[in-house]
């Protein structure tokens, strides 16, 4: 069903004894969804639908269009609009006006990769000061509980195995917002855009756990949410590394216990 981002499929399987049989599969939907504020678009991204409102709110916190204490007075669908279910208008606050600049994107972003289209990475780390806390701290048990508890949540890849997901949790470990999408920085943009709706922002005391690898793109909008550790299952980039110690993030990487990697301001992980 469309509503949960899941689409039936059928396939043909060949089993470990080489016979053949047709089946009905589960697949993730992947289809387009245009941002606009007011009459103007401000992107395309290709997404899992589901959370679009979610999904537009943080894909506008982590573009700097909109900043933490910004408020939406609502979303809606255009009416008469042949595809308006994969089109999300952001309705501003009264008198509310933004201001674009050449670094935030335009035209299609693809799920698999978020950072396609920016002119300058330079411009990008000018958006958003570094993380100033350095309260937060994560024992090493707390850490390494979150993958299970992430896998927990994930309907989707349970049902598909092909779907990313990004939690958010605090500093004992109890998971506050999961969101799934074909896309690793939609899922993201999905859980911090929750935050933002419901004024949470900033996530200084929070935890940033992705599926898959993390990229400069995943530490920059956990930035723009004011996350100090992010952790992923697999590996980060290095230009992700670099972003995390120039931006007093820290980065944990091949979280798979019992095992971990940490890549930067090791300072917030108990290691004893």
Known sequence: MKEDGIGPGQI????????????????????????????KTIATTMRTPGHDEELAAGFLLSEAVMRDGDKIAGFSRPKTARNRDNI??????CGKKVKLNSTQRFGTISSSCGLCGKESIEAIRQNFPPIKSTALRIDI????SLPDKLRANQSGFARTGGIHAAGIFDANGKALIVREDIGRHNAVDKAIGRAF?????????????????????????ALAA???????????????????????????????PPS??????????ILK
């Open 88 to 93: 999300i208008v952001v309705d501003l606050e």
């Open 141 to 144: 048990e707390t850490l390494l």
């Open 197 to 221: 709706l419901d004024q949470k922002l900033p996530l200084d005391r929070h935890l940033l756990l992705v599926s898959g690898g993390a990229s400069f793109e995943i530490m920059q909008k």
């Open 260 to 269: 971990f990697n940490i890549y930067s301001h090791i300072q917030r992980v």
């Open 226 to 256: 004011g996350i100090a550790i992010i952790a992923s299952v697999s590996a980060p980039s290095s230009l992700a590394m670099e972003f995390a110690r120039e931006m007093n993030q820290t980065l944990v990487g091949f979280l798979r």
């Open 12 to 39: 043909i399987r060949r089993k470990q004894d080489g016979s053949l049989e047709y089946q009905g599969d589960e697949l993730t939907i992947e289809e387009p969804l245009e941002i606009r504020i007011g009459e």
